[in-house]
C-alpha cells in the first residue's frame, strides 16, 4: 500500500525534478544579466515573497481577482441562464455576445483608465468585463442543451419554474458552466496581472513591471515565479472544487466509460 | 361497486394525429377510440411504426392531438396530467443522474407541497416495494438497468397517480430481469391498487400482464382488436404461462397483428 | 430500441414541446431575423446613449462617430499596416503552436507511459498565465514582434496539446483493439485510427487557441508596445482620440469574429466526412 503511493508520487515527481535540476544546473554558472542563476532567483523569491511582499502584494492581487471573479460568475450564469431558457432572446443575443466576446479584453483597459481612474474599481471592472463572456457563453451553451428524456419526465411529474430550473436546467447545465467557470479564471487572472501592470502601486502585475524597469532581474524572475505558483494553486483549488460539485458526472462518465 | 369506481378513468375519443412537413402529411394516428376503467391493467400492443409512442406522448400531455380528445379523470388532456405518472423506456435518462435515488424517488412529491413526514412514508414504502430500500442513497448510475427502471416505477408508484402509464419499460433490460419485473408490475398494481396502461411490443408480455389487450393497426392506427384476457389470478411466470388460454390468446393477438402488418388502415394520408 | 421510432416525422415532433409551427421554413428565417434584431438594438443603444448624456460622450463616442473616424483611419496605410503586424504576428504564433502542439500530442499521446511521468509537469505548467512571460520577452525582444509570437505561442500550445491529449484518449478501445489483433504498424495506426478520431479535437484546439491567439497579440502589442492594431489603441487613447481608439477596438473585435467564423466554417466543411463531429472538449 504504502508502496504504491510512494511509486505514484514517484512518476508524479520524476519529470519536474529532473527538469528543475537541469535547469539549476545549466543556470548555476549563468554570467548572462538578464538570466541569472536558478538558485539565486530562488533565494530572491524567498526573501521577498515568503516575506513581507506576500501581505504586500500578493494579497491585494488576489482580492481583487476574487472580487472581480465572483461578480463574473454571478453575473454570467444569471444572465446566460436566462438568454439559454428563452429561445428567441437567445437568437437575437448570439451576434452580440459574439462580438463582445471577441474583443480583447485588454482593449478596454485605457478606456477604462480614462473614464474610472486607476483605482481597484478599474481593475475589478476589467476582470468582470473579461471573465464573463466564457462563463456566460457556456452557461448558454449548458442551459441550451438538455435531455429531451429527463424534460419530459419534469413535464408529467408537474415539475416547473423555479424548480425546474433548480432541480432540472442548472444542475444539468452545471458541466458546461464549470468549463466556462475555468476558462473565466485563467482569463481573469491575466486581466489582474495586466491592469496592475498598467496602473497600479501594488499587486503581482505591479511589483513584475517594477522590478524589470529597475533592472532587479532576480527579482523580476523572482516575482515571475511567483505568479506561476499562483496561477497553479488558484488551479488546484478550482479542481477541487470541481471534483465536489461535480462527482455526479465524473462517476456517471466514468462508469459509462468502462463500457 | 359504484357508478364512480366503472366510470372511465381515462376515455380517449376518435383520437387522430398528424405530422406535416414541407412535403407530406402523415398521420400517425387514424382514429383511435377505447376507455380504460379504474383498476384495469390494459396493454396495447401493435407492430412497429403504430403510433403506439404518439399515442403514449398524447396521453400524457406532451403531443397536442390533431383531432379527437383524450379526458383523464374527467377533465380534457391540454398538458400533463397531475393525475398520471409515465414511466419511459430509456430509464437512464428519465432519472437524474446528480440527484440519490431516494431524491429521485422524493422530488414530484415535494413539487406537490407534500409535508416532509409523509414524504418519507412515501418513498421508504415504494423502495421497499421495489425491493430497493438499500439502495437509496446510490446514485442511478450506479445501478444496473434492471435497478434503474425499478427506481422509475417506484417513483412513479410513489406519486399516486389515477394512471399509470409505461412506454415498453421493459424492452431494454435482459430476459431474466423482464421476468422479474413484469411480476413485481404485478404485485404493485395489486398493491396499490393503480390503474395501468401498459404499452409494449411483446405479445407474450401483454397477455401475461394485461387483463386485456388492446391490438393497435399500422399507421393511421386504430384499434383492431379488444381482447379480454380472463386468465386466473394470480399469475405466475411459471404457471400461467402455460395455461391453454393463454396459447390462446397469444394466438388470437399474434394474428391481429399480422393482419395489421399486412393491411395498411384506410389511407387518409399521403397528401402530396 | 422502442419500433416506434422508424416511424417517420415522430422522432423528430416528439421533442420537448408540442410542434409549434408546421411550417419548417420559418424557423431558419426567424433566427437569423433575430440576429440581425440583436445587433440592430446594440447599434440602436450605442448610438443614443452618449447622445442622451446616458455616457459622457468624452469617454465614449457615438456608434457613428466610431464608424466615420473607421472609414477615415481605413484610408490611412499605416491603419493597414498595423493590421498585417498583428495578422502576421497571430499567424506566426498559431503555426508554430500548432505544429509543436500535435508534435508534441502524438509524442507523448503515442508513448506508453509517457502521458503519466509528463502529467504533473503539463499540470504545473498550464495554468501559469503566458502574461508572465512578459518581462522575459522585454528582455529578449524588446518592442519587436518577436514578443508577440513567443507569447502567442505559449498559450496557444498548450490548449492544442491538450485537446490532442483528449482526442488521443477518445480512441474507441475497440479500434484500438482491433488494429492491434491486424498487426498494424505504427505509422498504419496513426494514419487509420488515431487521426481520424483525433481531428475534431484538433480543430476544437486550434480553434480555441486562434481566438487566444488574436487576443494575445493584441495584448503584447498594447503592453509591449510592439506595432499593431493594440499599439494602435495606446496611440489613439494617449493623444485623447477616444474615436479613433473605439475604431481600434471595433476593428480588434471584428477580426476576433471574422476569425471565429472563418475557423467554424473550416471545421464543417474539413469535417463533413467525419461520422460523429464529437462535441469535443465543449469549451468556447
Not at chain 1, 526573501?47 to 472580487?67: E, H, K, Q, T
Not at chain 1, 428563452?86 to 480614462?114: G, T
Not at chain 3, 497579440?217 to 508596445?225: H, K, N, P
Request: proline content about 5%; some cysteine; charged content about 15%.
Amino acid at each position: 500500500m504504502i508502496a504504491s503511493i510512494l511509486r505514484k508520487l514517484g512518476v508524479e515527481l520524476a519529470l519536474p525534478l529532473i527538469l528543475f535540476g537541469l535547469l539549476y544546473a545549466l543556470s548555476a554558472s549563468s554570467t548572462n544579466f538578464f538570466f541569472p542563476p536558478l538558485a539565486t532567483v530562488l533565494e530572491k523569491f524567498n526573501s521577498l515573497w515568503l516575506g513581507p511582499r506576500f501581505v504586500s502584494d500578493v494579497v491585494p492581487s488576489l482580492l481583487r481577482l476574487l472580487a472581480g471573479y465572483a461578480m463574473a460568475c454571478v453575473l454570467g450564469v444569471a444572465i446566460g441562464t436566462v438568454i439559454g431558457i428563452c429561445a428567441p432572446l437567445r437568437r437575437a443575443a448570439e451576434p452580440v455576445l459574439e462580438f463582445f466576446r471577441a474583443i480583447p479584453p485588454v482593449a478596454m483597459i485605457p478606456l477604462l483608465i480614462v473614464s474610472m481612474g486607476f483605482g481597484n474599481t478599474m481593475k475589478i471592472t476589467v476582470i468582470v468585463a473579461g471573465a464573463i463572456w466564457p462563463i456566460l457563453l457556456n452557461t448558454v451553451e449548458g442551459v441550451k442543451a438538455v435531455d429531451s428524456v429527463l424534460d419530459e419526465t419534469c413535464r408529467t411529474y408537474q415539475i416547473k419554474g423555479a424548480a425546474r430550473l433548480w432541480h432540472f436546467i442548472l444542475p444539468s447545465a452545471s458541466p458546461q458552466i464549470i468549463v466556462g467557470m475555468r476558462l473565466g479564471l485563467s482569463i481573469g487572472i491575466v486581466l489582474m496581472v495586466i491592469s496592475e501592470m498598467f496602473a497600479a502601486l501594488d499587486g503581482l502585475g505591479a511589483a513584475i513591471i517594477y522590478f524589470q524597469r529597475s533592472y532587479e532581474i532576480p527579482q523580476m524572475w523572482s516575482g515571475v515565479l511567483m505568479l506561476g505558483l499562483f496561477g497553479f494553486v488558484l488551479s488546484m483549488v478550482f479542481r477541487l472544487f470541481e471534483r465536489y460539485l461535480l462527482a455526479w458526472y465524473h462517476g456517471a462518465r466514468d462508469l459509462e466509460r468502462q463500457n | 361497486m359504484t357508478g364512480v369506481e366503472t366510470a372511465a378513468v381515462v376515455s380517449v375519443q376518435n383520437l387522430n394525429k398528424a405530422y406535416e412537413s414541407k412535403e407530406r402529411r402523415v398521420e400517425a394516428i387514424g382514429d383511435l377510440s377505447f376507455d380504460v376503467r379504474h383498476g384495469d391493467f390494459t396493454c396495447i400492443v401493435g407492430p412497429s411504426g403504430a403510433g403506439k409512442t404518439t399515442l403514449l406522448k398524447c396521453l400524457a400531455g406532451l403531443l397536442a392531438p390533431t383531432r379527437g380528445s383524450i379526458r383523464v379523470n374527467g377533465h380534457a388532456v391540454t398538458s400533463p396530467p397531475e393525475e398520471m405518472a409515465i414511466v419511459f423506456q430509456e430509464y437512464g435518462r428519465s432519472l437524474f443522474p446528480w440527484k440519490t435515488v431516494r431524491e429521485n424517488v422524493e422530488l414530484p412529491l415535494r413539487e406537490r407541497k407534500i409535508p416532509k413526514a409523509e414524504r418519507q412514508r412515501l418513498v421508504d414504502s415504494a423502495l421497499e416495494a421495489v425491493s430497493l430500500a438499500n439502495s437509496a442513497d446510490s446514485y442511478p448510475w450506479q445501478l444496473s438497468g434492471g435497478m434503474q427502471q425499478r427506481v422509475a416505477i417506484a417513483r412513479a408508484v410513489a406519486y399516486q397517480p389515477k394512471v399509470m402509464v409505461l412506454d415498453e419499460p421493459f424492452a431494454a433490460v435482459d430476459a431474466q430481469t423482464r421476468a422479474d419485473l413484469e411480476d413485481l408490475m404485478l404485485r404493485l398494481w395489486g398493491e396499490f391498487d393503480l390503474t395501468v396502461i401498459f404499452v409494449t411490443h411483446d405479445i407474450d408480455e401483454a397477455v401475461y400482464l394485461g387483463q386485456r389487450v388492446l391490438v393497435l393497426s399500422s399507421s393511421p392506427t386504430r384499434v383492431l382488436d379488444d381482447v379480454p384476457v380472463d386468465l386466473p389470478e394470480p399469475r405466475t411466470q411459471a404457471q400461467t404461462r402455460i395455461e391453454p388460454g393463454f396459447a390462446e390468446l397469444r394466438t388470437r393477438v399474434y394474428r391481429g397483428i399480422q393482419l395489421a402488418k399486412k393491411a395498411k388502415g384506410p389511407s387518409e394520408g399521403a397528401h402530396s | 430500441m422502442s419500433a416506434s421510432n422508424e416511424f417517420v416525422g415522430e422522432a423528430r415532433a416528439v421533442s420537448r414541446h408540442a410542434p409549434r409551427s408546421h411550417s419548417f421554413g420559418w424557423a431558419g428565417v426567424a433566427s437569423w431575423f433575430g440576429g440581425v434584431a440583436g445587433l440592430l438594438v446594440l447599434a440602436v443603444l450605442w448610438e443614443a446613449a452618449p447622445r442622451v448624456g446616458l455616457l459622457d460622450a468624452k469617454f465614449f463616442p457615438a456608434l457613428s462617430a466610431v464608424l466615420a473616424k473607421l472609414a477615415v483611419i481605413g484610408a490611412t496605410s499605416e491603419f493597414w499596416g498595423f493590421v498585417a503586424s498583428t495578422v502576421r504576428t497571430w499567424m506566426l504564433g498559431l503555426v508554430i503552436a500548432t505544429g509543436s502542439g500535435v508534435v508534441m500530442g502524438l509524442v507523448i499521446g503515442l508513448t506508453p507511459g509517457a502521458r503519466k511521468y509528463t502529467h504533473s509537469t503539463i499540470e504545473f505548467l498550464r495554468p501559469i498565465p503566458s502574461v508572465a512571460l512578459i518581462p522575459g520577452v522585454i528582455l529578449l525582444f524588446g518592442s519587436r514582434y518577436q514578443s508577440g509570437v513567443v507569447l502567442i505561442t505559449y498559450a496557444a500550445f498548450w490548449q492544442v496539446l491538450l485537446q490532442m491529449l483528449y482526442g488521443l484518449n477518445d480512441i474507441d478501445s475497440v479500434a484500438r483493439d482491433t488494429a492491434r489483433s491486424f498487426r498494424f504498424s505504427r505509422a498504419a495506426y496513426v494514419r487509420h485510427v488515431a487521426w481520424p478520431t483525433l481531428l475534431p479535437f484538433l480543430f476544437t484546439g486550434v480553434r480555441l487557441a486562434a481566438a487566444m491567439a488574436l487576443v494575445l497579440a493584441v495584448t503584447a502589442e498594447m503592453v509591449i508596445g510592439s506595432q499593431g492594431v493594440g499599439r494602435g489603441i495606446m496611440v489613439a487613447q494617449a493623444s485623447n482620440a477616444a474615436a479613433e481608439a473605439y475604431a481600434y477596438v471595433l476593428v480588434a473585435g471584428l477580426m476576433g469574429v471574422a476569425i471565429n467564423i472563418a475557423a467554424r466554417a473550416l471545421e464543417r466543411r474539413l469535417l463533413r466526412w467525419h461520422p460523429s463531429v464529437r462535441n469535443a472538449g465543449g469549451a468556447r
